[in-house]
């Protein structure tokens, strides 16, 4: 069994990660990709399962497969070639079978999308499974107010 | 300016395009990975656009980028590598600034997955504008019920 | 095990396969990015392997993960967004642990690259193992003189 | 014209850059796809022009885009999903039009790849052109035992 880091709740609803455009990221009008984004927030959520002390690695070795359900993305404004962008990941919902992210990617204080991404728990046979033991511990110290069913 | 091909209405709203699953497109699960779907839903609107007579090549030429500005996709079983996929894109609504495209993802007979992406128009410098002549003339040739405004 | 379709030599050795160039493919200058030709080199290999009645998730599953072990390209004349290519691949060396491929990605009569891929097979703990026995009966039925030892 | 920051001989000739391996750059066996490396090895050639003062999206502007014209890698051991790696860039030869870089991905002190790659310029329409005064600037200060011709 994979052994979570001791978190507080303060450090498990939210963190930021930072990420540098890269050039093939970009298509010819110079812009990021649409599809590039969907990269950048699944990287702020590996790092915010990080914090709780679990990767895709070990929860993949342990037959659990974190698979995306949903995702909605506004495009804002467009990210060009080496811009450094801070995106978010907040975890905003909980039910037994679910998780619901909702992230921000930004380049200073510009907001260049948002997101929200449904994240539920496959077996290797692709069929869906209740989440593991180590993610249950932390879903269940997450407050009240940012566990609301879906 | 670009000349567009003689179309009906039949041939305008939908078009599938077949996608083979890539080696690279697919996850340590052997699952394709979510943001692979996000490539093969452009594809199959730059088939449906070729059928209007439209490239993406030559509307950045006449410098009208069409952009995604919303983008929402229901993952509903994992496509596997080398699979052979028929994705579909249908024009649904219309607005001077606006286009709303419909995507199925199938295998075979199976619903893998479903999206809907709201496009917009850009000029080189990243500001909105309306679509140019040659796209709208296809668009006013949409029949009303899919003209709906956004 | 899995079962190879007869083929003649004729067949094995080169085989061609047909590209789009995708707009995420390519980079802000508007040419395909160098990346996305080794993406494209590795289809044609597939295909390849295909005629051979081989698929790389056959031999995932029965073990056998087929590893670039050295790749080599000449990048000659850019891609663009929207060229269709033509990619061939020919089985040009084989050892009883390797195999080379050369490439060649055409657009019409012209050669924009040229590569050669050395492949090897690995165990699924990544350590290198001999070619299976359905890929041993292709390469026995290889003609001599593209049979050199590497 | 770019300014580029003043520099000294020993800062010029070798940077290395972090990589962490991302989910979608592994493929079905849960190693790095071969294509990635090319990204990274990219990546640590922008964080080498970056220490020069000079920056991909400059040059573009400048209308000088930096190609790759040759590409060769070795891949000794697998990556696999989130490993930490180090990618080196080593200015290894310059001539009046092309540079040659040689590249090390190392996890901890295990080399996993060695690459070299040949750069040279082009103008916006794809033709080559000698380097812009900005980079031959610096290239000038590489000390003789790295700029034999190619």
């Not at 990269?39 to 002390?53: D, F, P, Q, T």
């Not at 974190?66 to 811009?83: F, N, Q």
């Amino acid at each position: 069994m994979i052994e979570a880091a001791p978190t507080t709740a303060a450090d498990v609803l939210e963190h930021a990660t930072e990420v540098r455009v890269r050039y093939p990221e970009c298509d010819p009008m110079g812009f990021a990709h649409h599809s590039s984004y969907v990269v950048w927030l699944e990287l702020a959520r590996v790092e915010l399962l990080r914090i709780w002390g679990l990767t895709h690695r070990e929860l993949d070795a342990a037959g659990a497969h974190l698979a995306v359900v949903r995702l909605a993305v506004e495009y804002k404004r467009p990210a060009r070639y080496d811009d450094v962008l801070s995106v978010s990941a907040r975890l905003s919902r909980v039910t037994p079978a679910r998780l619901e992210i909702e992230h921000v990617a930004r380049r200073g204080a510009e907001v260049l999308c948002t997101g929200r991404v449904t994240i539920c728990c496959l077996r290797a046979d692709g069929r869906p499974q209740r989440f593991p033991p180590e993610l249950r511990v932390i879903l269940d110290n997450v407050p009240l107010e940012a566990a609301e069913g879906i």
